[in-house]
C-alpha cells in the first residue's frame, strides 16, 4: 500500500523532464536568442551600410565577377547594382574610357602588392555626369580549395575635391586679372620648352610685348577702363596662340609669348597678326570719345650660344625698348 501510495504522490506532483529534454529546451531558447540577436546586428549593420557616403564592394578574381556591393553604389554611379552583380562588364562600361586601361591595371596590381591606394580615376554614371573615384582595394582572402582570390575595397565620390583642386592650381597659375598664366607659371614652363628645345634641336622663339603709353590710358581714363584694355589685349594673345604655345602677364602691362617649334618666318607673322589684332581694338573713355592701343614688341629665337633663358629674355627685352624708342607700334626683331 505504501509503495502504491507513493507512486501516486508522485504522479500526482509536478512533471520531472528527464535531464535530456530540459537540455535541449536550453539549448532553443539559447538558439533562439541567437537568431534574434544576429538579426539585430544584421539590421545594425544593413543602416550603417545605408548611411556610408562610399562604395563598398567585393569582387571574386576568378570568375570575374562582383559578390557584394553596398547601397551606395546606385546613389554614386547613378546605375542599378543588380546589373552589376549579374555582369562585370557592368563596372568596365561605367568608367571614362581614357581611365579604363589605367583602372584595369591597377585592379590587377593589388593580386601582386597585397593591396593599392591611391588609384584615382573618372566613371561616367548613369545620367552622363562625370565624377571623380579615390578607390582603394586590397587581398582579402587568398584563394582556397581551387578558389581564386577576393579582392575588397571602398570607392568614395571625390569630383568636388577635384575641383577645388583643379580651382586652387589655376588660381596659383593664372594672372586673375587677365586669366592669361602669371609671370611664375610662365616662366616655369618657358623653362622646360627651352631645355627640350635644346636637347632635341628644335626651334624656339620668344616675344615680349608692352602696351604703349599704358600709363597716359590710365591717368586719363581711369584704373577701371586700365583694366579692360589689359584684358582685351590678352584675349588677342590668347587668339594667335597655336597649340603648345604659351602666353603670360609677366608685368603691369608686359605680356610674354613663347613659340615651341616655331621656326622665324612664322613667329614674325604670329607677332603681326598679333599687332593687327590689337591695333582693331577700340574702347569708349569717359568723354565719350573712342580710343585704341599699339603694342611694342621685341622678337628672338633661340640660337646656340643661349645657356638658358634669361639670354632669349634679355634679347627680346632690349628689342621691345628699341621699338619704343623708334616710335613705339613697331616690332622689332632681336
Not at 565624377?131 to 575588397?152: H, M, N, Y
Not at 598664366?181 to 623653362?191: I, K, L
Request: with cysteine.
Amino acid at each position: 500500500m505504501n509503495l502504491l501510495k507513493d507512486r501516486k504522490d508522485v504522479s500526482d506532483g509536478p512533471a520531472i523532464v528527464p535531464p535530456s529534454e530540459a537540455q535541449t529546451l536550453l539549448a532553443l531558447m539559447h538558439a533562439r536568442g541567437e537568431v534574434a540577436r544576429l538579426s539585430e546586428r544584421e539590421q545594425l549593420f544593413s543602416t550603417l551600410l545605408g548611411s556610408v557616403n562610399a562604395v563598398l564592394w567585393a569582387f571574386g578574381w576568378q570568375n570575374q565577377q562582383m559578390i557584394y556591393v553596398s547601397p551606395a553604389y546606385e546613389q554614386i554611379f547613378g546605375r542599378s547594382a543588380a546589373l552589376l552583380l549579374g555582369d562585370f562588364d557592368e563596372w568596365r562600361n561605367s568608367v571614362y574610357p581614357d581611365d579604363l586601361e589605367y583602372a584595369e591595371k591597377t585592379l590587377r596590381e593589388v593580386l601582386e602588392k597585397g593591396a593599392v591606394e591611391g588609384r584615382e580615376y573618372r566613371i561616367i554614371r548613369g545620367d552622363g555626369q562625370l565624377r571623380w573615384l579615390s578607390d582603394k582595394c586590397f587581398v582579402a582572402r587568398q584563394g582556397e580549395d581551387g578558389r581564386g582570390p577576393t579582392i575588397v575595397g571602398i570607392a568614395e565620390d571625390i569630383t568636388e575635391k577635384k575641383q577645388l583642386e583643379g580651382e586652387l592650381q589655376r588660381l596659383a597659375t593664372t594672372d586673375v586679372l587677365t586669366q592669361s598664366s602669371n609671370r611664375r607659371h610662365f616662366f616655369d614652363c618657358a623653362r622646360r620648352e627651352f631645355d627640350l628645345a635644346r636637347q632635341y634641336a628644335t626651334p624656339l622663339a620668344f616675344q615680349l610685348l608692352d602696351i604703349d603709353d599704358f600709363k597716359r590710358i590710365n591717368d586719363t581714363h581711369g584704373h577701371q577702363m586700365g583694366d579692360q584694355v589689359l584684358q582685351r589685349v590678352a584675349q588677342c594673345g590668347s587668339a594667335v596662340l597655336r597649340r603648345g604655345d604659351l602666353f603670360g602677364r609677366i608685368g603691369g602691362e608686359e605680356f610674354a609669348l613663347l613659340l615651341p617649334g616655331c621656326k622665324p618666318d612664322l613667329a614674325e607673322q604670329i607677332a603681326e597678326r598679333l599687332q593687327r589684332e590689337i591695333q582693331r581694338l577700340s574702347f569708349r573713355g569717359n568723354d565719350g570719345r573712342r580710343f585704341g592701343v599699339t603694342i611694342s614688341l621685341g622678337v628672338t629665337y633661340l640660337r646656340a650660344s643661349d645657356a638658358d633663358l634669361s639670354a632669349m629674355f634679355a634679347r627680346a627685352d632690349a628689342a621691345m625698348y628699341t621699338a619704343k624708342r623708334m616710335g613705339k607700334n613697331q616690332i622689332v626683331l632681336g
